[in-house]
């Protein structure tokens, strides 16, 4: 089992920065792929930002050039920087970790961040 703890969610003004941050913890695992959903209401959740464990990143077109995710393999954990925050930005943000067990893949999410931008 692995748990994922996010933080750095909070109110911010258009154009501004903030930083996510999520921790994974649990016995005897290997995770894989990390990264970020959003979820906006009245939305399904999309991805942000996903990062695998060699390094490669993959970005939502809407955030490329803002945002920038990476990860501490030693640490288990992934941060998000998202720079240049725009209203349309304003959701809660859920940290993933892929995993396997056996031959099955797993996903954990974290309970989720909350992050407004306000214009």
């Known amino acids: 089992q692995v748990q994922l703890v996010e933080s750095g969610g909070g109110l911010v003004q258009a154009g501004g920065s903030l930083r996510l941050s999520c921790a994974a913890s649990?016995?005897?695992?290997?995770?894989?792929?990390m990264g970020w959903y959003l979820q906006a209401p009245g939305k399904q959740r999309e991805l942000v930002a996903q990062?695998?464990?060699?390094?490669?990143?993959n970005y939502a077109d809407s955030v490329k050039g803002r945002f920038t995710i990476s990860r501490d393999n030693a640490k288990n954990s992934v941060d998000l920087q998202m720079n240049s925050l725009k209203p349309e930005d304003t959701a809660l943000y859920y940290c993933?970790?892929?995993?396997?067990?056996?031959?099955?893949?797993?996903?954990?999410w974290g309970q989720g961040t909350q992050v407004t931008v306000s214009s």
């Open positions: 990062i695998s464990s060699g390094g490669s990143t």
């Open positions: 993933y970790a892929d995993s396997v067990s056996g031959s099955y893949p797993l996903r954990y």
């Open positions: 649990g016995s005897s695992f290997s995770i894989n792929a």
